[in-house]
């Protein structure tokens, strides 16, 4: 597996877009990436609008 095929493996585990509230979306947006050292960090979004 190459390292695209891999971030983008361990960004899909996260996604799972749903909403928290009427005003508060949540991981509709998700990412990896991996730092010199080799270690993979992944994250995800939270939007909130008034």
């Known amino acids: 597996m190459d390292i695209w095929e891999k ?21 509709h947006v998700v990412c990896a990436l991996e730092s010199e050292d080799g270690q993979i960090f992944t994250g995800y979004c939270f939007e909130a609008t008034l």
């Open 7 to 27: 971030l983008y493996s361990e960004a899909k585990v996260l996604y799972n877009p749903h909403e928290v509230s009427p005003f508060v979306y949540a991981e």
